[in-house]
């Protein structure tokens, strides 16, 4: 087990070794990511459904649910949970957003690789241009993968926000 485990340390290693510098920024960057993804999801299933819960409890314990003031006090607790609940989807969006973009400029560094190893050695030089141009798939197929991934969560987490809100919205009956 022990040595399984170094084997899948070295061969993440060596991947980003080829990947060079701006693959690790990839990485640091699909870790913060992923990390607010998983406390969405956390945060979703544990406080919101509690701070829901206290939300129906107060607005069911009101007598006044038709005048406007009940109107305004129904609008500022569907606003509250909203606010908590999408507090960090934006950040999330940029982070998806950002991925292709730092997988491009880890193209652009490693073709620039290439040309300079191509004009040091005068051109046809498949071996020493490899890496150059490893360099510059390596940050962009990592770039693409961690922008895709990120689409389908965070598409997944604002559905379920938008559906949640709207049953809350609906929990919360007006009297005329």
């Known amino acids: 087990m022990y040595l399984?485990?170094?084997?899948?340390?070295?061969?993440?290693?060596s991947f980003m070794q080829r990947g060079?510098?701006?693959?690790?920024?990839?990485?640091?960057?699909?870790?913060?990511?992923?990390?607010l993804v998983f406390e969405r999801i956390w945060y979703l299933?544990?406080?919101h459904k509690r701070n829901v819960k206290n939300t129906l409890a107060q607005w069911n314990i009101r007598e006044d649910k038709t005048s406007w003031a009940a109107h305004q006090i129904r609008t500022m607790m569907i606003s509250k949970i909203s606010l908590?609940?999408?507090?960090t989807l934006p950040i999330i969006e940029v982070l998806v957003t950002i991925c292709p973009l730092?997988?491009?400029?880890?193209?652009?560094?490693?073709?620039?690789?290439v040309f300079f190893v191509m004009a040091v050695t005068g051109g046809g030089d498949a071996k020493s241009m490899a890496g150059g141009v490893s360099k510059a798939t390596i940050p962009t197929m990592a770039g693409m993968v961690g922008a895709i991934s990120g689409i389908f969560a965070y598409n997944?987490?604002?559905?379920?926000v938008d559906r949640d809100l709207e049953l809350l919205e609906d929990h919360l009956p007006l009297s005329h």
């Open 102 to 113: 730092l997988g491009l400029i880890g193209t652009v560094t490693g073709m620039i690789e």
């Open 20 to 35: 060079g510098p701006v693959l690790n920024v990839i990485a640091i960057l699909l870790f913060l990511k992923w990390s």
């Open 45 to 47: 299933n544990t406080t």
């Open 156 to 160: 997944y987490l604002k559905g379920t």
């Open 84 to 87: 908590d609940v999408r507090s």
């Open 4 to 13: 399984f485990l170094l084997d899948i340390m070295d061969a993440i290693s």
